[in-house]
């Protein structure tokens, strides 16, 4: 009946609010990995470059 409708549809948005916070988790667990990545590659970028320049004088 309309009870069990209710409930069914509470269920419902009760997991589609737990799946959308793990989203949320997980980007946010992506974009902290990449951005150490990309610090990591910048620090290897600027070493080399310090590395060429005094290769040159």
Same mark, same amino acid.
């Given at each position: 009946?309309? @009870?069990r409708d209710i409930?069914? =549809?509470n269920e419902t948005l009760t =997991?589609?609010?737990e799946a959308l916070e793990d989203k949320d988790? /997980?980007?946010r667990e @992506?974009?902290?990995r990449v951005k150490n990545n990309l @610090?990591? @590659?910048q620090? /290897?970028?600027r070493l080399q470059s310090v =590395?060429?320049?005094t290769q040159d004088t």
């Amino acid at each position: 009946g309309i @009870i069990r409708d209710i409930s069914e =549809k509470n269920e419902t948005l009760t =997991k589609l609010r737990e799946a959308l916070e793990d989203k949320d988790m /997980l980007n946010r667990e @992506i974009h902290h990995r990449v951005k150490n990545n990309l @610090i990591v @590659i910048q620090s /290897l970028l600027r070493l080399q470059s310090v =590395k060429a320049e005094t290769q040159d004088t």
